[in-house]
């Protein structure tokens, strides 16, 4: 009998009221349902972490998610944070060692915005703090003043690498994509090879440089209603088609 796929979300640290909350975006958790996945299992982000190596065996994919924290600069960079800026140590702690034992025990990875980041970072790379600060790149923040299908909405072209794993989804070298980040790539990771660019030339998505474990990475939102945008569908079906061949393998 063939397995659901078992699919890891990392959660986000979240304080309701007085109490902390682990919690992640029920869209994440709709798009790994809706487009034929697996089943979502959530990961609480705790510090001390979890046995992430053990959690990993009994999985077939890992999510990273979105979040409105950022990774604290201190794992790749001597710079401060800029006041204001939320963090979440206990996600930090779990989503990058996460990323390296995801590696190393071959288990498929999608990674969406902050998780994108997660990747890079992971893997020695760095990141702009403030991309609306760092010429020549564009604000690629959304605006909050607006309702969502208008945030969500795909608002910049990107540049698909050729023979890419995105240019053959896409049929296309360009693709129309939303934008909601403040942070991007500095430099990019180890072993990681660049999907997209933004027309100012700011990373939107990366792969690992090895066909297995599939490790794909965007910087956009494609779980935004997914199952309205082929582009976005075909993201998560390359991710179902990789945790399924996990499953398989492990029954």
Request: negative net charge; charged residues 20%.
């Amino acid at each position: 009998m063939r397995r659901y796929p078992l699919i890891g979300l990392p959660t986000d640290c979240k304080r309701i009221g007085p109490h902390p909350f682990q919690a992640v975006g029920e869209k994440y958790i709709r798009a790994v349902l809706d487009t034929g996945v697996g089943t979502p299992v959530l990961l609480p982000s705790l510090q001390p972490t979890l046995p992430l190596a053990e959690l990993l065996d009994d999985l077939d994919g890992l999510l990273l998610t979105g979040s409105y924290s950022n990774i604290e600069p201190h794992h790749y960079s001597d710079e401060p944070s800029w006041d204001g800026n939320v963090h979440d140590p206990g996600r930090d702690a779990t989503t990058l060692s996460l990323v390296r034992l995801a590696i190393e025990k071959h288990v498929p990875i999608l990674a969406v915005c902050r998780g994108f980041q997660e990747v890079n970072v992971a893997l020695g790379g760095s990141l702009l703090q403030r991309v609306h600060e760092s010429p020549p790149h564009f604000d690629h923040r959304e605006d909050t003043s607006q309702p969502l299908d208008i945030q969500y909405a795909p608002v910049h072209e990107v540049v698909l690498s050729a023979d890419g794993w995105l240019a053959g989804l896409a049929g296309s070298d360009r693709a129309m994509v939303n934008s909601l980040h403040g942070q991007g790539i500095r430099q990019l990771g180890r072993d990681l090879i660049v999907e997209a660019r933004a027309a100012d030339g700011l990373i939107e998505a990366i792969r690992l440089d090895a066909p297995d474990p599939f490790l794909l990475a965007v910087q956009w939102h494609p779980e935004w209603k997914v199952r309205e945008n082929a582009f976005y569908t075909g993201i998560f079906r390359l991710f179902a088609a990789a945790a399924r061949k996990r499953a398989d393998h492990r029954i």
